[in-house]
């Protein structure tokens, strides 16, 4: 049995290195779940022990198969609460990732396959993340861009948004910008920001926010995706 801390660290070296492709770094694990580097250090020896991370020093870790299929688990049950939590409960998808996080680690898979019954097994969750079917494979995605590098004139449905924390996501709900959601980009400024067109009007968005929001361009889809 692992620990919610353990999980908590699998489920963080999953997220950065599926996002940025590379091995993870003590600092990236650190700043991701708002610890210090030597309480990392001191967690990655465990798991290594247990193996489920494979470390190099100087380069970091990755997920060893047997911790990626733990990642996948928790992944699992994650998306699949926030899913039951939003379209059952009424919660607010910018709302649920927190509470996710709290009982992730207390749902058995059995009730996780029910909730997954009981909602027509999604294929994403209320952010636009993949869920992992029962067998723990993710299922094909749409090949998307950044609302980063869009150009003044795009329109785009909006198909993920990428996360660190509910005040990001908080932000763009208050903003109108949310998966399902065309967005007409009006500019973009030299400085990061890009302004855009949402059912609350016009927007301006960092490139830090813009860079969290995959996209679709608009004319590729006829409905707002799951």
Do not use: C
Not at 133 to 140: A, I, N, S, T, Y
Request: no cysteine; aromatic share 4%; net charge negative.
């Amino acid at each position: 049995m692992l620990s919610a801390v353990m999980e908590d660290y699998i489920k963080a070296i999953y997220s950065i290195e599926n996002e940025t492709g590379e091995r993870v770094s003590t600092s990236e694990i650190a700043d991701y779940l708002d610890v210090t580097p030597p309480t990392v250090s001191s967690m990655i020896k465990k798991l290594e022990e247990r193996g489920l991370v494979d470390r190099e020093e100087y380069r970091g870790v990755t997920l060893t198969d047997e911790g990626e299929v733990v990642a996948l688990e928790i992944l699992r049950h994650h998306r699949l609460l926030e899913s039951f939590l939003t379209e059952a409960l009424d919660y607010d998808w910018a709302d649920v990732h927190e509470e996710a996080d709290r009982l992730e680690h207390h749902v058995s898979d059995e009730l996780t396959d029910r909730i997954a019954e009981v909602l027509g097994h999604p294929v994403s969750d209320p952010h636009g993340d993949p869920i992992p079917d029962r067998d723990l494979k993710l299922p094909d995605a749409a090949e998307t861009t950044r609302l980063a590098t869009a150009s003044e004139g795009d329109r785009v449905i909006v198909r993920r948004i990428r996360h660190q924390g509910d005040e990001e996501l908080r932000y763009l709900a208050d903003a109108g910008v949310e998966p399902g959601e065309e967005l007409l980009v009006l500019d973009v400024a030299p400085f990061g920001m890009v302004t855009v067109r949402t059912k609350t009007g016009e927007q301006s968005l960092p490139e830090e926010i813009a860079r969290l929001i995959e996209t679709v361009p608009a004319e590729e889809t006829e409905e707002a995706p799951a």
